[in-house]
């Protein structure tokens, strides 16, 4: 299908779709607060039927999962991951407009949300509109799951895919969102890490003594030191047997696109007030351990005495809570079956693994041939190449979709579009310009 | 001096002993809350005039010292040590009558701070009347020191010592309190440990970060769990260089003094829900470690999330709340000296030790002559041998008087006191013969 038309199409389109961002940002949609859930499903319903999808509301638990679709007798289907849900505004005095009031400064758009991923969707919305306000189809069927749980861990969208796994065959799927990178290159995002967390839990006496006890009594926060210390090394190694048995190596094609990353390690490292990173590291090792490696971090302690000044106490009871972040291939339950093994091994089958979730790690190949249709329909339309990152080294639900096909993340964010923080933005050009590069992988996807 | 006359004398004396106590009980002088400290003052200084001593009220920073004294032209000198305020009676619901309506239930004087210390300066007081009853003399000068913050670290207490040390000069210092041990027999204590609390602090990036980042920026959590792994190990032995060169070993009469202490092992580990002891200790060799050892003891964490769930947070900060007991002749100063020594050498000079505070321990050499006076005076009216204890394995400020004279502890409570805890008691009969010791003791110790 020749685009042109299709481009031409969105330009008419702004209007319509900044409106519609607009109104999407209004809703406060915070799933940790429990708040605008009706208002975004029943917006969204209204909107997919407007631009004349089928819309199908899914319940699996939590708040419902809006699938919408449209059949094209295509060969070939797109289906568009989202989510409805935004983090919580706070802290509101660092706002310098209302959160869940968008405003324009400086050519971006504020507000909670707006990147991460409100604006995202609405470049899919729009992108699909321009076919209908054209009168023609897109090459390819399409459908969209947009969830409204993301930001509180998707605790249901393992029981909606399962659930609804009938409506999920896709070719494609184009994951939430993505920046433009430091050097202000558009990104294209093949995966994500995988993500195992709980508590290392050590018990001692059945009630806090007074520590003058310690010199006899067992002490849980020790045993709870011991057994950390035993699992990572002071040069950052981890210890546990077979930790690192699964995870990906990247082959030579993989490390030229990692050359290929910015990152301004200088800037980064000033900005946290650090005078180094992990093991010294810079350069081409630094940015292919924050991509390539696993990690396990001790989140915090909880135990004993944790207030002002002192108090010589000895707890019963001591905690650590941890995550692990898997790369491809490692799986969650192997990991936890070798950390149980090594605790059992090292002496320290006293202390429980505690409250343990997770889920495994998604990484589409980078040699994906719909990698490539990405990224010439988007140089196409950001009139520069795109920079191809295998992962984000950030954790998300992927995996429930990679396994039915390859997930790629796009979006329409910036370096500093402070998703997660206070004065959210995007670029409107952005938005724009996002918007056009969907509609040209709509045209062309099918052939 | 023939102590007979003064025995009986005290008999004489038991209803205006038990209205004192009464009196002295009521007063909720509670240091952690500020409460009843003008009222204790008072209720002091009328109590010690009445008994005709001379009394000065000491300022040196905090809650005033009442000193109290009478030269009787002796060669001698005994100088008694106790502190008017009493732990919080919290938690209230726990107690079977409120604390500060002193109770009599079987046998037993129930109330807020009786057994640490109320009842035992009641004893020496109600010893130093009986013999202003008889118009006679004791055979020793008297001084009493009763500070008011023991319960909140003494902290004025060596202020006091140096602007007041030209009052304190004595032959001999009774310290605040002993028990019954859990078999019965009078307690004579000869020393306690020291202590150093402090907190371990390390330091990450200028912010609490998304935990994807742990890959490449440091984690004061896992700073601080590998400095403290450095410092013990998991047979329970500190590592830091010299830590114990100082320590005093017992001699052979000392061990003998040690078999002779009685150590309810088997009840302690099973009302505690342990299955065995550190190092699977029992025995002498448990006993040995419970008094004779040092500790290093972690008291609590911070740094990171600690509240329910999990949080997969990079925190900027993490500290480890630490308390070392010392025993002789290990001195505070020293021991944090190694400390930091141990943290430079083993990679750690990042960790600062925080908030330190700390005093020595003190013990009074158990073939020092006035430990046999008082076992002898102790035995004739208690119709039983004293058992000598080198040390309590708890801490306090006896150093300060240790410097002066050699401190011994005695008093009336009993294995099950609950001193710092709800239902605290002495049995009534206990007070008695204890006023009865310090009489016998007023009686002979001058020769």
Redesign the interface.
């Known amino acids: 299908m020749n685009s042109d038309i299709i481009l031409k199409a969105v330009d008419k389109n702004r209007e319509w779709a900044i409106s519609k961002l607009n109104e999407y940002l209004k809703i406060p949609s915070v799933s940790a607060q429990n708040s605008g859930i009706k208002e975004s499903v029943a917006f969204l319903q209204r909107t997919f039927t407007e631009i004349g999808l089928d819309v199908k509301i899914c319940e699996a638990g939590g708040s419902p999962v809006v699938f919408a679709s449209k059949n094209v007798g295509g060969n070939k289907t797109i289906l568009f991951y989202n989510h409805y849900d935004v983090q919580p505004p706070e802290p509101l005095d660092e706002w310098l407009s209302p959160p869940f009031e968008p405003t324009i400064r400086d050519g971006k758009i504020f507000a909670r949300g707006v990147s991460d991923n409100k604006a995202n969707l609405i470049t899919r919305i729009a992108a699909v509109k321009t076919f209908k306000d054209v009168n023609t189809n897109p090459s390819v069927n399409i459908k969209f799951v947009v969830e409204g749980e993301e930001e509180v861990g998707s605790e249901h969208l393992p029981n909606f895919t399962m659930q609804y796994r009938n409506l999920l065959d896709t070719d494609l799927c184009i994951w939430e969102s993505a920046s433009k990178d430091e050097v202000g290159r558009p990104q294209i995002i093949l995966g994500c890490?995988g993500?195992v967390?709980?508590e290392l839990v050590a018990k001692?006496?059945?009630?806090d003594?007074?520590?003058?006890?310690?010199?006899?009594?067992?002490?849980p926060?020790?045993r709870v030191?011991?057994a950390?210390?035993t699992i990572?090394?002071?040069n950052e190694n981890i210890l546990i047997k077979g930790f690192y048995d699964d995870a990906v190596i990247p082959d030579e094609n993989e490390k030229k696109l990692l050359e290929e990353i910015p990152f301004e390690e200088d800037k980064l490292r000033k900005n946290?007030?650090?005078s180094?990173?992990?093991n010294n590291?810079s350069g081409f090792d630094?940015k292919h351990?924050?991509f390539y490696?696993p990690?396990f971090?001790?989140?915090?302690?909880?135990?004993?005495?944790?207030g002002k000044?002192?108090?010589?106490?000895?707890?019963k009871i001591?905690t650590?809570?941890f995550?692990i972040?898997l790369v491809p291939n490692m799986q969650p339950d192997d990991i936890v079956k070798k950390l149980r093994k090594h605790l059992d091994e090292n002496?320290f089958a006293d202390i429980e693994i505690a409250?343990v979730?997770g889920y495994p790690p998604a990484r589409t190949p980078y040699n994906n041939p719909y990698v490539r249709i990405i990224a010439e329909t988007g140089k196409e339309v950001w009139q520069k190449e795109m920079v191809v990152y295998p992962s984000?080294?950030?954790?998300g639900p992927m995996y429930l979709f990679s396994k039915i096909a390859p997930c790629i993340g796009l979006g329409v964010g910036h370096a500093q579009s402070n998703s997660?923080a206070p004065n959210e933005s995007v670029y409107i050009e952005d938005f724009y310009i996002g918007t056009k590069h969907i509609a040209n992988i709509l045209a062309k996807m099918g052939g």
Do not use: C, E
Request: aromatic share 8%; charged share 15%; no cysteine.
């Open positions: 890490k993500m967390h709980g001692g006496a059945n009630t003594l007074h520590s003058s006890r310690a010199v006899i009594i067992p002490n926060a020790w030191v011991w950390l210390a990572k090394d002071k946290l007030g650090l180094s990173f992990v590291l630094l351990r924050f490696s990690t971090t001790i989140n915090g302690f909880t135990g004993g005495y944790q000044g002192s108090k010589t106490v000895l707890p001591a650590a809570k995550d972040r002496g409250d979730k984000t080294p950030a954790s997660h």
